[in-house]
């Protein structure tokens, strides 16, 4: 095969430090505002340094203040956030947002690959629109969620809304956060976690790691290389290759969608192949269906394990 196909039928993106190069803008937007509402409220002190502000990317801002102005009553600190937004938006519609190296190609490659491409950010939804649209990124992302979007509250959330929007599980999140991680395990999405973005030294479990928005594309494919490995040894595309596999597994361990992506790379390989939901024998345990003579379609049969008790 001469390149392997992408085995998801969405990826679902993080947005600053994943897609969006937050560094050009938000640490000068942030002193300007801070400076501007210090001011306003008789405070005589410097801002906090660009590390604390980077430290915020990714967290919901009222959260993210909190902690680093926790010497503040809240409305001052409503006041510091309302002054930092303001000087963001002023950069934004001058055009100082700008996407990380890579960022835009991936989103078309995966695009004309038939992908659907979803966002799930942290952010208000004046942010969320003025930073795609001066990018480019609502022309090339499906859909688009945010902590203001209709029934959201968390980011797991978005990531359910965009899973039923798009009507698949077979979906993948790409981030940079812990948060983009336990998004994605709360609906048994695998996580890619990319590592360039602003993470500050999170140490947490992830599926795969990209080093850049250029290497996610790659490293999706990896499942279709993985798989493809497993058929070889299972002997298709010799002689003697066998007419059918038997995918087993406790209810919701994905079994289905193996099923599924497994009959896609023998297509792709040309062989005729058709999925088979529900087969059970005697014991019931999952069993190919009767038949399997040359010429018909090999048979990847789906059912439960037994010895699971599934």
Known sequence: MAREPILFDAV?????????????????????????????LGLEREPPSDADWMGMVGLPLDEAFARVFADLGAEAR??????????????????CAAPLPGALE????????????????????????????????????????????????????????????FGTRRA???????????AARAHGVPHVHLACGYASGERFACDAVARDPGA????????????GAV???????????????????APGSGKSLLA?????????????AQRVEGVEGADGAAALPPGGRPG???????????????
Not at 15 to 28: H, I, N, S
Not at 216 to 227: I, K, M, Q
Not at 296 to 310: C, M, N
């Open 172 to 182: 993948v999140m790409v981030g940079d956060r812990e948060s983009d991680m336990l």
């Open 216 to 227: 996610v594309a790659d490293v999706l494919r990896g499942r279709a290389r993985a798989l």
């Open 260 to 272: 599924r992506d497994l009959v896609e790379l023998l297509a792709a390989a040309g062989v005729a």
């Open 12 to 40: 679902l993106f993080d947005l600053d430090g994943t897609l969006v190069a937050t560094e050009r803008y938000w640490p000068a937007a942030a002193r300007a505002g801070a400076r501007r509402a210090f001011a306003e």
């Open 106 to 165: 991936l989103l078309r490659d995966l695009r004309a690959a038939g992908v659907r491409l979803g966002i799930a950010s942290n952010c208000s939804a004046e942010y969320l629109q003025a930073v795609t649209a001066s990018l480019g990124l609502d022309a090339l992302v499906h859909e688009m969620r945010c902590l203001h979007s209709p029934g959201v509250e968390t980011k797991a959330d978005m990531v359910a809304d965009l899973l039923a929007t």
């Open 231 to 249: 058929l070889d040894r299972l002997g298709f595309g010799g002689p003697r290759a066998p007419r059918g596999v038997v995918v087993t597994g």
């Open 296 to 310: 018909e379609p090999v048979s990847v049969a789906v059912g439960r394990d037994p010895a699971r008790g599934a």
């Open 78 to 95: 409503a006041r510091v956030l309302e002054r930092c937004r303001e000087e963001e938006h002023r950069l934004l519609d001058r055009g």
